[in-house]
């Protein structure tokens, strides 16, 4: 939490770069502090959509985090040493993820809780879930973080899906 004054600062800098902060407002979600959520709230319609998507996130993670008591959670453990922007969703069916995952009219934070449950599972059908995932969604935010997760999973079953996406001309540099 000693982080958080500077953490703070980066995200209300408007002049630093939008993948900053990013950044910034990801890892006050991931410190979990509550006295993060007035700066959070603050910036969730910031005019930068991957900014206030992530505050949105960050956001949901704590009050998530509140209502959590962690000493008995039924969540499974991630098998990446990594602090995710949203705990994976408890047990479904890939096929259940899948539809969570693909969901626009789902909150971003469900569809990520379903994405670290597919990363999770790392079958076949998780990561071609997660590959239909990163195609479609209309989030940059959120296809960032499926890619990401096909580096943590590092699945050969993922390559067509990023070379897809990386050859796809409408997406950012």
Same mark, same amino acid.
């Given at each position: 939490e000693t982080a958080n004054p500077v953490l703070v600062k980066v995200l209300e800098d408007v002049q630093q770069e939008p993948m900053v902060r990013h950044e910034a407002a990801e890892a006050l979600g991931a410190i979990g502090s509550y006295e993060s959520i007035e700066v959070l709230e603050k910036y969730l319609n910031d005019p930068v959509v991957e900014v206030a998507e992530?505050? &949105? =996130?960050a956001l949901a993670r704590i009050k998530w985090l509140k209502t959590q008591d962690t000493s008995q959670s039924n969540l499974p453990e991630s098998p990446f040493a990594s602090v995710d922007p949203a705990p994976a969703a408890e047990s479904k069916t890939v096929e259940e993820l899948k539809r969570v995952l693909i969901n626009e009219d789902e909150s971003l934070f469900n569809r990520y809780r &379903?994405? *670290?449950s597919l990363r999770n599972d790392g079958s076949k059908e998780a990561v071609e &879930? =997660? @590959?239909? @995932? =990163?195609? !479609?969604a209309k989030s940059? $935010? *959120?296809r960032h973080e499926v890619a990401f997760v096909f580096g943590q999973l590092q699945n050969e079953h993922s390559v067509r899906y990023l070379q897809e !996406? $990386?050859?796809n001309p409408n997406e950012n540099e």
């Open positions: 992530t505050c &949105a =996130l &379903a994405m *670290f &879930a =997660l @590959g239909v @995932g =990163l195609i !479609s940059a $935010l *959120f !996406s $990386l050859e």
